[in-house]
């Protein structure tokens, strides 16, 4: 009959202006505003249509009735492309410049314990008179070479320290020789090759080593995972969008402006599927990253770790004023053994001992007693304390970037009945995905072949993991050297996820709790075929994935 003909045409009538999704006040709505809006973006208004037009030709956004062409289109999506573009570049330059600060901060808090130290040797050492004044270019020289190898000079740091105990040994014992005695550099090397066998200086050699290579290695290597994670966020943050990424995030930002709902924010967790997709590489740098940021927190708390950093530092003056005393007290000793071993050295008269050997200090420091002001130790404490907190805070920054975008983008959490859902004003229906690129095989938003990975990304992941590496090293005392980083590389980088553990998504980061009010509230709208028919779309996307 006539009226079974007619309902199904009236049912597509109505699909048609449910699709419209906006009051349709007669055939053609003004497009005045998104004329305006296009052209505050700074495109023309050549080719803009005046009224709405049919959307047949729309390939981002839904079809149908429209004020944007095919080259609206495109435009508006290469602009939301350089728009994330440049919101993830920022969010990349603030997180730069906490790395930098906190670079700034280590790096002078360690240079003025460097610096006050080199200061305290000129005082500790002063009262050996000659001994001091005559050889200060080899003291002021350990202070350099320390100095030069914690910037990252490929310096070895077990090297500087023996050949320093070496020179001092015979600079030493040449002072000690009577006035009249010839000693040549034959017969000093002899004398400087006795320290291993005859330890002159006693434990105080091994003792410094061992405190000073640790605590160079470990301030050295902080400094260089600071940078280095600087730099690996500044890399990762110049990575281009892919296209099927513009894609998503046209529909995203600007299709509601084509149909007509400028107004409309996107759902959240629309938002978050296209971000999710859009940063599929950047979250799998999250296990290594958490991994790097967790043990530069361990190097900085080993700074307060007996002995401390600043105590470390402080005692060095002192350590080398008891090793020379030490020497001076058992010189008759050592001369003899020198003599068993190197022979005696070219004499030519009875010769007396230099005057000033007659003379005994009285004020004499040992190397235990001499501790840094009960306030180094609280700016070392709140040095320590600054530095962990900063780098905690920074931790999730890869999975918690797409958040941190859709805070800028989508509609607030309690408004997620009446937001843009990519085809028109209602719930937004699919399952968040989790993060990194092996969760995004049934993302509805962005298209992504998660077989294949992108490769500057990838080597980024390596770069975070040697930095890992070298300073796990470095918290075992071990010396490190620092090539550039590159050079490193074996691969092309890990899996697709580190470990074999792929990072899940954090249950409740972006899942909005079932809210009662709000399930009534949506249930005493009137149902309408309207209401059955917006609920289809997106359904029907899921079903054709």
Request: glycine share 8%.
């Amino acid at each position: 009959s006539d009226i079974s003909m007619r309902v199904p045409a009236l049912l597509r009538v109505l699909a048609c202006l449910c699709a419209a999704a906006g009051p349709v006040a007669g055939a053609d709505r003004s497009c005045t505003d998104l004329r305006q809006f296009y052209t505050s973006k700074g495109f023309t208004l050549a080719g803009v249509p005046q009224t709405e037009i049919s959307g047949e030709h729309l390939r981002m956004c839904p079809q149908g009735p429209t004020c944007c062409t095919s080259t609206m289109e495109e435009n508006l999506a290469t602009l939301s492309g350089r728009e994330t573009e440049g919101l993830i570049r920022e969010a990349g330059r603030s997180l730069q410049a906490a790395f930098n600060a906190l670079h700034r901060s280590f790096d002078t808090y360690f240079t003025e314990l460097h610096s006050h130290s080199e200061r305290s040797l000129q005082d500790a050492l002063s009262p050996l008179g000659p001994l001091y004044s005559q050889n200060s270019r080899l003291f002021g020289g350990l202070y350099t070479d320390l100095r030069q190898y914690y910037r990252g000079s490929a310096l070895n740091l077990d090297e500087t320290l023996s050949e320093f105990w070496s020179y001092l040994l015979e600079r030493t014992f040449k002072f000690s020789a009577p006035t009249d005695v010839n000693l040549s550099e034959d017969y000093l090397e002899c004398v400087a090759k006795q320290q291993a066998t005859l330890r002159p200086f006693g434990d105080i050699p091994r003792d410094m080593r061992t405190k000073v290579i640790r605590a160079f290695v470990t301030a050295r290597s902080f400094v260089q995972g600071l940078i280095v994670s600087g730099d690996v966020v500044r890399k990762v943050s110049q990575v281009s969008l892919s296209p099927e990424c513009l894609k998503g995030l046209m529909k995203l930002v600007y299709c509601p402006y084509c149909r007509g709902i400028a107004s409309v924010k996107p759902c959240s967790n629309y938002c978050s599927n296209v971000m999710k997709g859009c940063l599929a590489n950047q979250a799998d740098l999250d296990s290594e990253w958490q991994n790097l940021i967790d043990t530069m927190i361990q190097v900085a708390s080993s700074f307060s770790t007996d002995p401390s950093l600043d105590v470390v530092l402080a005692s060095i003056p002192a350590q080398i004023y008891e090793a020379i005393h030490l020497l001076k007290e058992n010189m008759d000793t050592f001369t003899a053994k020198v003599y068993q071993t190197c022979g005696s050295p070219g004499e030519t008269g009875t010769g007396s001992p230099s005057p000033h050997e007659q003379k005994r200090k009285s004020g004499f420091l040992t190397a235990s007693e001499y501790k840094p002001s009960p306030t180094a130790g609280i700016r070392l404490e709140m040095q320590v304390s600054d530095l962990s907190s900063k780098l905690r805070e920074m931790r999730q920054y890869w999975t918690q970037l797409s958040a941190a975008l859709c805070n800028k983008l989508a509609a607030g959490g309690t408004n997620q009945e009446k937001c843009w859902n990519g085809i028109t004003k209602a719930r937004y229906l699919p399952e968040v995905m989790g993060d990194g690129l092996a969760n995004q095989i049934n993302n509805p938003e962005v298209e992504l072949d998660i077989t294949k990975p992108d490769m500057t990304i990838r080597e980024q992941i390596m770069q975070l993991k040697i930095m890992s590496d070298r300073l796990k090293r470095a918290l075992d005392g071990n010396d490190v050297d620092f090539q550039d980083a590159s050079d490193d590389l074996g691969g092309s980088g890990s899996g697709m996820c580190a470990g074999g553990q792929c990072s899940r998504g954090r249950p409740g980061l972006y899942a909005y709790p079932f809210d009662d009010n709000r399930a009534r509230g949506a249930a005493a709208a009137p149902p309408g075929l309207c209401g059955l028919l917006l609920l289809l779309p997106p359904a029907v996307l899921l079903l054709q994935r």
